[in-house]
């Protein structure tokens, strides 16, 4: 790990000015992630701004549908009586991520900009373009059993680790963000993470020193039918082979609208829309579900230990569809 | 000594929990010194090659740092003195990828690792052998390790009239121990002391002494606590010795600590194996032929084979056996012994392949073990000291509700999930070996204490309670008036805590000494009496005030005469998620014959564990190699799965009582390592049950089931 200078910021502004005046300062929020990578060299920074004192935290209804404070822990979201009620979705998906003792850390802010777990990003002795542009992509031809089905590059094949993710994206959530100049923004979740193309060391769209101060999700009527399934190698305490956010909203016995959102299969979080589309105006029966998750997985280019992906997508869309459409049953 | 007041047999709380649960227990590196620098070892980034040249001037110069040690300034050792594993710093070579090329010594943890990072290595790179699959075909007889064979199997396999013949795989494992292996060197004049955790104690004292070329009586283990070994810390590897050197070279006591991602090539594992196994029977279900051919590899200059046949040497009665191994050399770190050795890897490919030629012959996998139930050691004709298959298999069947099992896959259904059962057996040898011990017994007034004094080692798994159980009934003293000092080279010699000798060497050699300290009283006491006095009746009605003995026990003589083994038998009901393929072992039950068990609370623990391990091994455990590279791919524990606590179910341990005094004179068989073996198959064989789908290359992860 390299030495570097410690600061902790007294407020959101404060913090913002003092990373995006240096390109090798980082905020540091849970640091479940960003220490682990410190240790490893992956991340170097020789400024660590420590926002966590700054009172981002407040999950509360606002007239569009309910805002969670950035700096606010992944455990506090997911058991907050508003979002168990409202967006059960989300919930579920944050309680399939890490472990109770990570969670208690981690942040929602810090949740959306996790690293990928590939293991040759992680390791400072592999090639990874995402790591050190140009010195290849070291899973390509690699050990790619957990790695992408969608939309990767020949420059990088890694995934997105959250769960979290995945539901925000399925709920169409918005990030919030401060930006060094003091105007806020706010990015649709569609357009907050990126595809890897040529520039894979770019996870998200979030410029340098801009932070994350809130997760907005508009209302729905997606909490009687939503259910979050992920597939792993063991029970708990590990990322996604496939995870599925599914939510629908029925229309008597017809589908009025549906969601779908892929964890493990791509470099964000992949709304299978195709799918998605033909569901609309259907009963959720099994053959609709199975359709629409034949449709959607048509278009996924396996690489070479990931080919069981695209049976395990299918039969994970359809999974999640029928406990979604089933889960007010339970 | 056998009155109401016996503490063996009871499930006595461990003596040394509190110590641990308040942190007082200190393990390696916790251990008060003044002044300690501290050493980070860094790596090699090629599997095959030499070094060209270390730039070491930036580390040189960075903050604190005390010395760079590479293989161009260390101190000339004895590479062939016992250490695991080679990576001394000897000379340029690089044997695999991530073998110890120097070590960094700073004043602080961070400075060394800072520095350690700013090294630069410029290689000369040869072609390197890390593609297993390409190269096993190339393996060769071990060194140690002749084709063993009864009859002709090969013939009876060709005539037979059931048979089934397949390859088993299983991949490399490793340890990962919750305490990382940690090391305190100090040196005075000569005279060094070493702060490590070791299995054996006698065994780290020697090879650290043969490879500084020290007398052994000039090095000092202690290692009173182990934070879990299982085999990694009966040898000892490099990181002990680097230790040493570079307290040497900084005039200094040095902490060394391996971290979580250097553990995966610096210490071990359990190597990849591919078990042919073949067996014939009659079609009324009697084993004609057994044959198990395991191929495997092992380091570049240095050879371990794991005996994978040797379960089914003794498991099941035939007239044809053959046992083989074929070994490749390969550049990864010698492999070791790794919790039930050979037998865990070795029952997951004997007890799957019974379960599929069961089902072949359409027979209960319980009575088509019963009828090839072996009367004495089919291996050698040794009559068995005790057996306890039969009844294993019996209590666990019915307290398990085998008779709920189908004998057709596919048959119990709840909602999504496909349900299985399993059974497979498991055995381990036995042993006593030679340990010595001294007990101190103190009178004031009516107050009698004792101390007992070996180089035993406790792995976390219960010695030191056991120990206090074993003296307290021969002395007649209550537990809490016994002192238990072990993990220390300067207390009389004993076996390792490894192969599952631990517990029959200790206690046995405790219980000598104790009775022999008795018997000194009775004679100082001059009298003649009736009922044998205890220790502590005699201390106070003689009046002694403090009394010490030795004793030095060996095995039974006649303990060779016969063939002594722990066996089990696995019970598990697995549900299979049909869409996803996610496995959960929703109840497991071993059911053991272990000897005489000391304590049933620790022995439970110590089944349950390796349960724990053993499911790891059938469902989540792995560790990929890159063969392109050399490196392990999933080098931590967010890629090398252990199992979590939902990943396990409901877990009993049954003991079948049994004292096996034709093994040693308590009767103790030891448990360590069978609580592993027969866990996988067992696992396996109710997948199969469950989906019809026989997975024969553990581990079973979702996609295999899809």
């Known amino acids: ?330 | 000594m056998q009155d109401k007041n016996t503490t063996i047999g009871k499930p006595v709380n461990r003596i040394d929990g509190i110590l641990k649960v308040t942190g007082k227990a200190d393990y390696s590196t916790d251990h008060p010194v003044q002044n300690p620098a501290y050493a980070v070892i860094f790596k090699s980034t090629i599997a095959s090659g030499k070094i060209k040249r270390i730039d070491s001037i930036a580390a040189e110069k960075s903050a604190g740092v005390l010395a760079v040690i590479t293989h161009n300034n260390a101190p000339k050792l004895n590479p062939k003195g016992g250490i695991r594993g080679g990576a001394l710093l000897q000379n340029a070579d690089v044997l695999f990828y991530g073998q110890h090329i120097g070590v960094v010594v700073a004043e602080t943890f961070e400075q060394a690792r800072h520095a350690a990072d700013l090294i630069k290595v410029e290689y000369e790179q040869s072609d390197a052998r890390i593609d297993f699959e390409k190269i096993y075909k190339d393996g060769v007889k071990p060194k140690d390790k002749e084709d063993e064979k009864r009859g002709d199997a090969k013939a009876a396999l060709e005539n037979a009239e059931v048979k089934i013949e397949e390859t088993y795989a299983t991949p490399i494992y490793h340890h990962h121990p919750l305490e990382p292996h940690a090391t305190i060197a100090e040196w005075q004049g000569d005279k060094l002391t070493l702060y490590n955790s070791s299995q054996i104690v006698n065994g780290a004292q020697n090879a650290a002494a043969l490879t500084l070329n020290l007398k052994p009586e000039n090095v000092h283990i202690v290692s009173p606590y182990i934070g879990g070994g299982f085999g990694s810390k009966g040898g000892q590897w490099g990181n002990l010795i680097l230790a040493a050197i570079a307290a040497k070279m900084v005039n200094r006591p040095v902490k060394l600590a391996l971290t979580r991602q250097q553990m995966f090539n610096s210490v071990g594992f359990r190597q990849r194996n591919y078990q042919k196994v073949s067996l014939a029977a009659t079609k009324d279900g009697k084993l004609t032929a057994l044959a198990h051919e395991t191929s495997t590899h092992a380091a570049i200059q240095d050879e371990f084979v794991e005996p994978c046949g040797d379960c089914s040497k003794i498991m099941y009665d035939t007239p044809n056996s053959l046992i083989s191994y074929r070994v490749t050399p390969m550049n990864l770190i010698l492999p070791t012994y790794t919790r039930g050795p050979g037998k865990s890897t070795g029952s997951f490919a004997l007890e799957s392949a019974m379960d599929e030629l069961a089902y072949k012959l359409k027979m209960d996998p319980i009575a088509f073990r019963l009828k090839n139930e072996p009367e004495k050691d089919p291996s050698n004709g040794k009559p068995w000291s005790s057996r306890k298959v039969v009844e294993c298999l019996n209590v666990g069947a019915k307290a398990f509700g085998w008779e709920k099992r189908k004998m057709e896959p596919r048959q119990l259904i709840q909602d999504n999930y496909l349900i299985g059962y399993g059974v497979a057996c498991g055995t381990y040898p036995a042993h006593q070996r030679d340990s010595s011990a001294i007990v101190k017994l103190k009178r004031e007034g009516n107050n009698v204490t004792a101390t007992i004094e070996l180089a035993a080692a406790d792995l976390g798994t219960g010695t030191y309670t056991i120990l206090a159980q074993t003296a307290a009934d021969a002395l007649d003293l209550p537990i809490n008036k016994i002192t238990v000092k072990i993990g220390d080279s300067d207390l009389p010699p004993a076996a390792g805590s490894v192969g599952s000798v631990g517990a029959t060497s200790y206690a046995n050699v405790v219980n000598d000494v104790c009775n022999k300290v008795t018997d000194e009283l009775i004679a100082r006491s001059g009298k003649q009496y009736f009922v044998r006095p205890t220790a502590s009746q005699l201390m106070i009605s003689e009046k002694i005030a403090d009394i010490q003995a030795r004793a030095d026990s060996k095995p039974l003589e006649t303990a060779e005469q016969y063939s002594s083994h722990s066996f089990n038998a696995n019970f598990a009901e697995v549900w299979v998620n049909q869409s996803t393929g996610m496995v959960r072992v929703e109840r497991f039950l071993a059911v053991t014959g272990a000897g005489k068990i000391l304590n049933p609370k620790t022995a439970r623990s110590q089944i349950i564990g390796g349960n724990v391990w053993g499911i790891g091994m059938a469902l989540t455990e792995e560790s990929i190699v890159d063969p392109r590279y050399g490196h392990f791919v999933t080098r931590s524990l967010a890629e090398y799965h252990v199992p979590s606590n939902l990943d396990i179910g409901e877990l009993d341990a049954i003991f079948i009582k049994e004292e096996d005094t034709l093994s040693n004179k308590l009767g103790i068989k030891g448990i360590g390592e069978v609580g592993i073996v027969g866990v996988a198959a067992a696992v396996a064989n109710a997948v199969f049950n469950a989906t019809g789908k026989r997975i024969r290359e553990l581990p079973i992860l979702p996609d295999k089931l899809l």
């Open chain 1, 1 to 330: 790990m390299k030495p570097f200078k410690y600061i902790n910021a007294k407020d959101a502004p404060a913090a913002v000015k003092l990373v995006s005046e240096n390109p090798n300062a980082r905020f540091l929020a849970g640091g479940t992630n960003l220490l682990d990578l410190m240790k490893e060299n992956v991340e170097q920074p020789d400024e660590v701004i420590d926002i966590t004192r700054i009172a981002l935290t407040q999950i509360k209804a606002t007239s569009a549908g309910v805002s969670i404070g950035g700096l606010g822990k992944n455990t506090d979201a997911a058991n907050h009586p508003m979002i168990r009620q409202n967006y059960p979705l989300l919930t579920q998906a944050i309680l399939a991520g890490a472990s109770g003792q990570i969670r208690n850390m981690a942040t929602n802010g810090g949740n959306l900009l996790q690293r990928t777990r590939c293991p040759y990003f992680y390791d400072v002795n592999m090639p990874c373009n995402k790591r050190e542009p140009g010195s290849g992509c070291g899973a390509l031809e690699g050990i790619n059993r957990m790695h992408a089905i969608f939309g990767w590059s020949e420059t990088c094949v890694a995934v997105f680790p959250s769960d979290m993710a995945i539901a925000l994206a399925a709920l169409d959530a918005v990030v919030k963000i401060q930006s060094p100049g003091g105007q806020e923004k706010s990015i649709p979740f569609a357009d907050f993470h990126r595809l890897p193309g040529d520039t894979p060391e770019k996870d998200t769209n979030l410029g340098h020193g801009e932070l994350i101060t809130a997760i907005e999700i508009p209302k729905n009527n997606f909490a009687e039918h939503s259910y979050y399934l992920k597939v792993r190698d063991r029970a708990s305490y590990a990322f996604a082979l496939v995870s599925v956010a599914a939510a629908l909203e029925m229309n008597g016995n017809v589908i009025k609208q549906a969601r779908l959102a892929m964890g493990g299969v791509a470099h964000k979080p992949w709304r299978a829309l195709k799918a998605e589309q033909m569901l609309v105006g259907k009963e959720p029966t099994e053959a609709n579900f199975k359709l629409a998750a034949d449709a959607e997985m048509a278009e996924a280019k396996p690489l070479e230990h990931n080919k069981f992906k695209v049976e395990l997508g299918n039969r994970s869309i359809v999974l999640a569809l029928q406990m979604a459409f089933n889960s007010d049953k339970s």
